[in-house]
């Protein structure tokens, strides 16, 4: 399995940083950034990570169902994801939470039927003091309302 | 152009830490040179190592991660003369609902940080280091990775730092979704690409840390604000706290308040005035119910203990914790069932499973509280949630236990009334 030439790049770099011999430190960074690209953690995936850090696939495939960001099925093209953590919750993230869940017609985890947009209610994602806060893939979005909401997801609909 | 800030600074600030915040191009190496960046590491570098982390020391600058351990002691703890490497480890796993404020100082002033881990590096004689940056941070991964890059390419970082002939080489590592990596040892077996379990302490991790390594493990903020203290003096940076708590720190204020944002205080400055002049009051003339005051974890105090100056051992004194900074402000129409059944719902999610006080003491706080959302409360449940909680503390390996059964026990102390409202209310409807 190979990556793009921007990953095995950065992946080779990736395991000469740690300490000799402590290569599976680079399994966590490595799943993260593989998924962005494989779309989620696959078998191959697995296999692949624990052959570059000389660990079993079972080694890898522990790890992979505790970080919450780590996804065995694909989630869509665009990942919405709701906070709804106290700071959020206090400023109407549970409502934003729901309405997303309305006019994408999904529930948590789940992924529209085109596959393009998935929905997770999340955890706090440190955007507290600029609640509520919504975060579509990687790019924060802070003071959403509900028509900004809208906005947003209308925006990736045309996106697709 | 100067970068737009988050919120507008307040000017009753003391910046310190985010004295660069909104100067054009701040994350720039240039304009934290011309800004007196780095002036800390030459002198760091004419004084002995015991010389630095005297001056910590002097400095009473507590970990801003949440603990708020003295940080000159937690580097007086590591083994200088041990034959393994040590490590330096950043926490910037900032994941304590609430919290935002180790997002401005990377965003804003990666270089501020780099040059306090260097200083770091020279007091424990330390020559690698790694930032383990929450995975949602990703913005943020190749924000540090671009000033890092700038910063090796400039001569300060890698080998023969600035001609001193001391090396370091700094990395950043990124998480994957995990509030339990913000614990020190749980955080080492992240970066060890294991599951984040805490570990059994002692060891700590300065003397066993990574890869079994002496490690020096501080937040964000707490090597941001070395810098400050070796270029004017631990004792400049003392006197504008209270004594034995150290220096200015930011403050995340979100929830029920006009204006909601990062702002840099003493510590010691009045809560009150905080939340009234600072954060703008709350909204609509509404009366203040409580305060979270630093981060979930933290007991709520009531409107009617908020009159104290903000430092650890005004917190302590009350029974709460200033925490990591992250204050909530809720208004009297905060329905404190759903408020408590939120924060349960997050650390049964939280929990990593490994101690079983926390594991099901969450869960089943988290049914409980559910349960009585819902409709379905029972009048002794206001008692067992209390007693399950009691029950979890100082029973699990880590504070994450501790953590969502403070929290739990002081809403059911201190808003009882919230629960037999609710009560009342089902009944009502059942009568109907």
């Known amino acids: ?160 | 152009m100067p970068k737009k800030l988050y919120n507008e600074p307040s000017p009753l600030e003391t910046r310190i830490l985010s004295r660069r915040f909104g100067l054009e191009n701040s994350e720039s190496l240039a304009t934290y040179v011309a800004n007196d960046g780095f002036k800390a590491f030459r002198k760091a570098r004419e004084m002995k190592p015991e010389q630095i982390i005297e001056e910590v020391k002097t400095s009473a600058l507590r970990g801003r991660g949440g603990a708020g351990f003295p940080t000159g002691l937690k580097w007086s703890f590591v083994p200088r003369s041990s034959p393994k490497p040590k490590y330096i480890v950043v926490n910037a796993d900032e994941s304590e609902p609430g919290t935002c404020k180790d997002r401005l100082l990377m965003e804003y002033d990666p270089h501020q940080m780099i040059e306090g881990i260097l200083i770091g590096g020279l007091a424990i004689d330390s020559h690698k280091g790694y930032i383990y940056i929450r995975g949602e941070y990703r913005y943020l991964i190749e924000h540090m990775d671009r000033a890092i890059a700038e910063a090796y390419a400039q001569g300060y970082l890698g080998k023969n730092i600035l001609g001193t002939g001391f090396d370091f080489d700094l990395y950043t590592h990124s998480g994957a979704g995990a509030y339990e990596c913000g614990e020190e040892t749980a955080l080492l077996d992240s970066i060890e690409g294991k599951r984040g379990i805490p570990r059994m302490k002692p060891p700590f991790p300065a003397v066993a840390g990574a890869w079994a390594s002496p490690t020096l493990l501080n937040n964000v903020e707490t090597f941001s604000a070395i810098p400050a203290i070796i270029r004017d003096g631990g004792a400049a940076f003392a006197a504008l706290g209270t004594p034995k708590n150290g220096g200015t720190r930011l403050l995340c204020v979100s929830g029920h308040v006009n204006k909601p944002g990062v702002y840099e205080v003493p510590l010691g400055y009045p809560m009150m005035k905080f939340i009234e002049e600072i954060a703008g009051g709350i909204p609509g003339g509404k009366k203040l119910k409580a305060v979270v005051p630093g981060g979930s974890s933290c007991p709520i105090l009531k409107a009617d203990e908020c009159d104290i100056p903000m430092d650890y051992d005004s917190l302590a004194k009350i029974g709460s914790m200033l925490g990591s900074g992250g204050m909530v402000v809720l208004d009297e129409t905060t329905d404190m069932v759903k408020f408590a059944l939120r924060i349960m719902r997050f650390y049964a999610h939280e929990s990593c499973g490994w101690c079983i006080p926390c594991r099901e003491g969450t869960t089943w706080l988290r049914k409980i509280l559910q349960r009585f959302d819902d409709g379905g409360g029972r009048h002794e449940d206001v008692a067992l949630l209390g007693e399950l909680s009691k029950n979890m503390l100082g029973r699990t390996f880590c504070a994450l236990g501790d953590a969502a059964a403070m929290p739990t026990i002081s809403i059911v102390e201190k808003f009882a009334d919230d629960f037999e409202k609710r009560l009342a209310r089902d009944r009502q409807m059942v009568a109907v």
Not at chain 1, 43 to 61: F, H, K, N, T
Not at chain 1, 96 to 113: F, R
Request: glycine share 8%.
């Open chain 1, 1 to 160: 399995m190979t990556f793009s030439p921007r990953l095995e790049e950065k992946f080779a770099k990736m395991l000469t940083i740690y300490p000799e011999g402590r290569q599976r430190s680079a399994i966590v960074p490595m799943l993260i950034y593989a998924q962005d690209e494989v779309g989620s953690i696959t078998p191959e995936l697995i296999d692949e990570v624990a052959r570059r850090c000389g660990v079993s696939s079972l080694q890898v495939d522990e790890v992979v169902g505790y970080y919450s960001m780590l996804h065995r099925k694909p989630m869509g093209k665009y990942h919405v994801q709701v906070c709804t953590n106290i700071s959020c919750l206090l400023v109407g993230g549970m409502e934003l939470y729901e309405q997303a869940c309305k006019k994408l017609g999904i529930g948590h985890k789940q992924v529209t039927a085109d596959g393009q947009i998935s929905l997770e209610e999340v955890e706090c994602m440190g955007a507290c003091s600029w609640a509520p806060a919504v975060e579509i893939n990687y790019d924060f979005h802070h003071h959403v309302t509900p028509e900004k909401l809208d906005q947003l997801i209308d925006g990736l609909r045309k996106a697709q």
